[in-house]
């Protein structure tokens, strides 16, 4: 059959199939990820379930499935355990071999079992998305080829595609190997790009892993999420509801006094706290180290740079070497690096009360304006005004 049903030229038929893609798109990240996998959003149930069965026809995906490999790869993530992390398994293999990693933890029993709890589990979930996931991409298959004739065949071949590489691929590969972050996390994870249109604000991966429960990707001004959009909307038509966003953050630049709302902010927002010092205090002084290093040694600084910034580097025997060589050029190098980790002692002991964590921060803050390093003392009086904006759920914007 050359013809289908509908008459479409070439450019139809790209229009259609990026329109196709894109609500297969929306429905990953809506519903998969932000609702089912991080309760970060309530769905009404007639768009939950059109999620649910677009996602049967375009990808064969089960809800259990997906969700418990999404938390599976947040609990173990840069680990042996982790579902698919570029660091275990080679950015190549996971860029292009994303889809057969999924299908291969798909079928671990444990996994679905241990992570898989809370997803549908109706009718319709055991007696047919479950049991049949082949049968609507069949379906899906049908449809295309009714509609376009022999071109819906490459429009479905794209449909099928989509998830797979850019999903699989695109954001579990390149999403922990390249691109900027806005969070020092203990994972690889970046930011691919600002504007998150293509593949539905998911662009935006380090944000997420910063605050996994967060219903709205986008934590700077120039970013854009896309998927935020759509759940504003669908909130506007009493369709979703928002339960949880990041924390707004401000600086009070008149606050000298570290008080419960301070520490209270940093221990929120330790991710943020460690990159605004990365930003702020690390990078200040090695760039000053580098303008009067002898040349024989601008490489070492260059080479130590990631390992004095980046929390999600795991120092070994070369890497140490490095760092400690570096640290031995620069006593102010040695200085903020000594300080950054006595900063993350405030985060190692949950079971120190809210009164000695404010102490100590405090004592961190005199000590470091006695270091006469102008970066450190000015990163302590930033934090004595670092504090939380709204403590209801709005979202984060970085003011500094």
Known sequence: MIDGLLDFPWWGLIAFTLAVTHITIASVTIFL???????????????SHFFRFWLWLTT???????????????????????????????????????????????????????????TPDDWLERKLYTPYPSLGVVLMFLIDVALFGFFG??????????????????????????????????????????????????????NHHAYPSSARLSSRWWELDIGWVYIRLMELLKLAKVR????????????????????????RNRFHVLALYGRNVVLPVLRQELRTALPAYRRLLRDAKPLLIREDIQLDEAATHTLDRALGLSQALHTVYRFKEDLKQLWANSSISYEARIQSLR??????????????????????????????????????
């Open 33 to 47: 990820h932000r609702h089912q996998a991080h309760r970060a959003l309530d769905l009404h149930p007639a768009v």
């Open 60 to 118: 064969g995906m089960t809800t259990k499935a997906w969700v418990a490999i999404h938390r599976k790869h947040h609990a173990k993530c840069e680990t042996p355990e982790d579902p698919h992390s570029p660091r275990v398994f080679g950015i190549k293999k996971v860029l292009w071999e994303g889809a057969e990693l999924y299908q291969a933890e798909a079928a671990n029993p444990e996994t679905l079992e241990q992570y898989g709890y809370g």
């Open 153 to 206: 065949i490459t429009v479905w071949a794209v449909q099928m595609l989509w998830i797979p590489f850019w999903a699989a691929g695109v954001i579990n590969g390149l999403g922990h190997y390249f691109g900027y972050r806005n969070f020092e996390t203990r994972d690889a994870s970046t930011n691919l790009f600002p504007l998150g249109l293509l593949i539905g604000g998911e662009e935006l991966h380090n």
């Open 244 to 267: 949880r966003i990041a924390p707004k953050i401000c600086i009070l630049p008149d606050k000298n006094l570290i008080d419960l709302a301070t520490i209270q902010a940093v221990m």
């Open 363 to 400: 004592e961190w803050c005199q000590r470091a304006k006695d270091t006469g390093i102008q970066a450190l003392e000015d990163f302590a009086d930033l934090l004595h005004g670092y504090t939380i904006a709204n403590r209801l759920s709005v979202s984060y914007v970085p003011t500094v």
